[in-house]
């Protein structure tokens, strides 16, 4: 039986060695089921993430050039919106 939890540090510690992988290769490699590993994949393309990319018919996944191998992907997502607010300093 194939695991429920899909753990984000194993998806992205994956494609940081294999990038261009597939669902299907992920799904491989951890062992859950391909619908979740298609689910988690997206959410974390809609994060920026990950990017994916359209080959003949069939999604490759790889990293984005700022994400940290093992951050937590919630870590990531805060640091690009953190990087996106211009910062304001009040002069007295």
């Not at 510690?13 to 062992?31: C, E, M, W």
Request: include cysteine.
């Amino acid at each position: 039986m194939s695991r429920k939890f899909i753990d984000d540090d194993e998806v992205l510690s994956f494609l940081s060695a294999n990038p261009g992988a597939t669902a299907i290769d992920v799904q491989k490699h951890i062992g859950a089921t391909i619908n979740g590993v298609r689910t988690k994949l997206r959410k974390m393309v809609v994060a920026r993430i990950v990017e994916s990319k359209r080959i003949n018919g069939c999604n490759h996944y790889q990293l984005l050039e700022n994400t940290a191998v093992f951050g937590s992907p919630n870590q990531a997502l805060l640091n690009s919106l953190l990087g996106r607010v211009q910062q304001r300093r009040v002069s007295l």
